[in-house]
């Protein structure tokens, strides 16, 4: 996109009274933090305006290695802007791995970027082998999030429930357990976390069979007697 094309859409959401956040959601400072030139800042940096209007920039840092000085370079530029950013980390079985989450958010944390979401990967065939199982994501939380200091680990883990919206895993009462399938696969009752704004049925979601997922991290070179206690979480 343009500068110029940018600054039309900023020009036309800033103009509306009732708009007090502009999320500009982008994998830019990942991939191409060059992008974010001088005239580039200025730009954006000139529609936040606190507390009238703020810019907040949301990415996508999938693993540690992704952090190149380019990258820091670029979120610096941001933040001395004065503009927020946040990381929404969608869980795979490669950054699902111990600790490569608890080591991404200490080094997001260290060049300026706020962890904000852990995503349960949404389900497609073609990306089956890369998905995580949800006692894998709550496994997480508890024995490896929890060791870092609480300004490290304020991304919430959530599940993108289709028609129902992000559900946060850590909060039980939205889901319930309904059977465990001969494969080993979990199926999950999800409810509407925001109860009672409007009626939404239910939405049953099949989960990857865990013995699949220790599969795949034992191909990886994992040793999977490190993840026994994934059998205990819900």
């Known amino acids: 996109?343009?500068?110029?094309?940018l600054q039309k859409i900023l020009e036309g959401l800033a103009a509306k009274n009732h708009i007090y956040r502009i999320r500009i959601g982008s994998r830019t400072p990942v991939v191409l933090p060059m992008r974010f030139t001088d005239n580039l800042i200025n730009l954006i940096s000139k529609y936040h305006q606190p507390?009238?209007?703020e810019i907040a920039i949301v990415t996508h840092y999938?693993?540690?290695?992704e952090i190149t000085p380019e990258s820091m370079e670029a979120v610096q530029k941001l933040r001395k802007a004065g503009m927020s950013v946040?990381?929404?980390?969608?869980?795979?079985?490669?950054?699902s791995r111990r600790f490569e989450t608890a080591k991404l958010r200490k080094d997001l944390k260290s060049i300026g970027v706020d962890p904000y979401y852990t995503f349960n990967m949404k389900g497609?065939?073609?990306?089956?082998?890369?998905?995580v199982p949800i006692a894998r994501i709550l496994q997480e939380r508890k024995e490896e999030a929890r060791l870092l200091p609480g300004l490290d680990r304020t991304d919430e883990p959530v599940f993108n429930v289709?028609?129902?919206?992000?559900?946060?895993?850590?909060s039980g009462q939205d889901r319930r357990l309904v059977m465990i399938l001969?494969?080993?696969?979990?199926?999950?009752?999800?409810?509407?976390?925001?109860?009672?704004?409007?009626?939404?049925p239910p939405f049953n979601y099949v989960d990857v069979p865990i013995y699949d997922y220790l599969?795949?991290?034992?191909?990886?070179?994992?040793?999977?007697?490190?993840?026994?206690?994934?059998?205990f979480y819900y």
């Open 1 to 5: 996109m343009k500068d110029s094309q």
């Open 51 to 53: 507390p009238k209007l």
């Open 62 to 65: 999938e693993h540690s290695y």
């Open 86 to 95: 946040y990381n929404q980390q969608v869980f795979t079985v490669e950054n």
């Open 124 to 131: 497609k065939e073609e990306t089956s082998k890369y998905m």
């Open 162 to 170: 289709p028609k129902l919206g992000k559900n946060h895993l850590r």
């Open 182 to 200: 001969p494969d080993g696969s979990r199926v999950y009752e999800f409810h509407p976390w925001e109860k009672n704004i409007t009626p939404v």
């Open 215 to 231: 599969e795949e991290l034992a191909a990886r070179g994992e040793n999977i007697r490190d993840y026994r206690t994934i059998w």
